[in-house]
């Protein structure tokens, strides 16, 4: 090895991205994701042909990191995989090729839990958040609002009983004929449309804890309903139901993260993870922000969805503190917070 700096090589695979980076020193050098196509006209990722895709990325998506990055593979301190939680057959393929990858070059394996890495995709900015800071984490598969005491000490204070929130966005959309993922198509009609023009009930949950499932039931309802007298209905009001929709469900993630927030004292506060792209979440935390003098965080957006800088920039603190893993390592599809 030439080079003084840690060079870590990073893998995400969880899910319908294929991604690959290099950080250095908390610093990205090159992050290049593959999204798949093949999933959008089954209005859900496929996980069998999600596995597939990733096998035929993978190499592809790794070589072009590394050619971006500058450095050779020589120069790698360590090699970072997404180990949990996300699709098994689509972890397995980026657990198996950093596995190899690490031996082949004889250095460490550090295994990284996805929705850690996305909170610490604000680490990958200039602006940095200071300690303690809130994370809302807002995904396809996961809704959390995380406190941060440290880079890897996180406690997850609330979470959704049902639905993500990106899940609610991605079904209201495959209600509406739209294709997979459906929450950015969402976020391009809303900004023509009335967000109050129609009222869907959300369910009053304790403390820091979501659900979005009764949300989706009743746009389901409505839409029967409407359809009955004009089969036509969705298409010709799109725009109102999809800002009637989003407000609905920035309205319910808003008020939790500024409870949570008010009640721990804290006022270092972002949003993360794929749905925290949309147009509508960024605009009301940069107000809420504003509202309740909090320093508010909002990623690139290269880095709400997943991408493998994130898992790079969680691979880098955890190589700081030495906690490696080995081969028998095995990816989990549901861990528990690591
Ligand atoms: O974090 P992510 O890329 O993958 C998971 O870990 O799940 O999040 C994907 C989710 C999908 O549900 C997608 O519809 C949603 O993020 N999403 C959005 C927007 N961009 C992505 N939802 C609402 N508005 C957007 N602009
Ligand atoms: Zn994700």
Request: charged share 20%.
């Amino acid at each position: 090895m030439t080079s003084k700096h840690i060079n870590i090589l990073a893998i995400e695979s969880s899910c319908d991205e294929t991604s690959a980076s290099v950080i250095q020193d908390a610093r990205v050098l090159s992050n290049h994701i593959a999204t798949q196509k093949v999933h959008a006209r089954y209005g859900g990722v496929v996980p069998e042909m999600a596995s597939r895709a990733h096998i035929e990325n993978i190499i592809p998506v790794v070589d072009a990191a590394l050619v971006d990055s500058g450095i050779s593979k020589e120069d790698i301190t360590a090699v970072a995989f997404t180990q949990a939680p996300g699709l098994i057959g689509s972890l397995l393929v980026g657990a198996c090729f950093a596995k190899s990858f690490a031996q082949a070059l004889n250095v460490p394996l550090i295994a990284v839990h996805h929705m850690q890495a996305h909170v610490l995709a604000h680490f990958l900015e200039e602006r940095k958040p200071e300690f303690p800071f809130m994370c809302l984490t807002v995904s396809g598969g996961h809704t959390q609002i995380v406190l941060c005491r440290s880079h890897l000490d996180m406690e997850v204070l609330g979470e959704t009983m049902d639905d993500a929130a990106g899940e609610a966005f991605d079904k209201v959309a495959k209600m509406l004929g739209l294709p997979y993922p459906g929450g950015p198509l969402i976020d391009k009609y809303a900004k023509e449309g009335d967000p109050n023009k129609f009222k869907f009930p959300s369910k009053e949950m304790k403390d820091y804890t979501f659900s979005f499932s009764g949300i989706k039931t009743s746009v389901l309802y409505f839409l029967q309903a409407q359809r009955k007298t004009d089969p036509e209905f969705a298409e010709k009001n799109i725009q109102d139901i999809c800002a009637s929709v989003q407000h609905t469900i920035i309205k319910v993630l808003m008020a939790k993260l500024e409870k949570a927030a008010k009640d721990y004292g804290v006022t270092h506060i972002g949003i993360a993870g794929g749905v925290s792209a949309n147009s509508g979440l960024r605009t009301a935390i940069t107000e809420a922000g504003k509202k309740n003098g909090w320093e508010v965080y909002i990623p690139k957006f290269e880095y709400c969805t997943d991408n493998a800088a994130m898992i790079g920039i969680t691979g880098y603190y955890k190589y700081l503190r030495g906690t490696f893993t080995d081969l028998a390592a095995t990816p989990s599809a549901r861990a528990t917070w690591i």
